[in-house]
């Protein structure tokens, strides 16, 4: 009986003996696992380093970025606006029509209102119609296109 008491008795001690050095071990090694992590997961700061040269980055980078931009860039201007000059028996041409047209609608005017005021109401010359109405700011002329539905605002002041 002594032997199995002295068994038990060294079985207890070897487990009492191997957990200290288990837990002293554990003990060294997260020490020295807390030791070495900062050198492990050392890093370097984030720096920002600007690539196009209008915000501060280097000129070198210019060609590179407009070709790229150029590549991307879908747009085409249209061939079909024409900035020509008019000769000068053109301009004439159009000043002669010009003037024929603001007489033309001068005596519609003088027709319709004859010297007075403009009168509120609604009036109709073809596809275009001409409201009149009076505003806090004065008068109001709304003309729409019929065929169009095109709608300008004038607004005549007192």
Known sequence: MQNNENYYLETVEFKKYWLNLSMKKSNVFSTILFL???????????????MNPFFGGDTFNYQQMLASANAQNSFEED???????????????????????????QDLYQDQFGNEALTEGTYVF????VEISPTSGGLSVSILDTITGEQTQIIIPN
């Open 36 to 50: 070495i992590l900062p050198y492990l997961l050392y890093s370097q700061d984030i720096v920002y380093k600007p």
């Open 79 to 105: 061939a079909g606006f024409d900035f020509k000059q008019a000769s000068d028996l053109e301009n004439f041409s159009e000043s002669l029509n010009r003037q024929l047209l603001n007489s033309l609608s």
């Open 126 to 129: 073809g596809s275009l119609v």
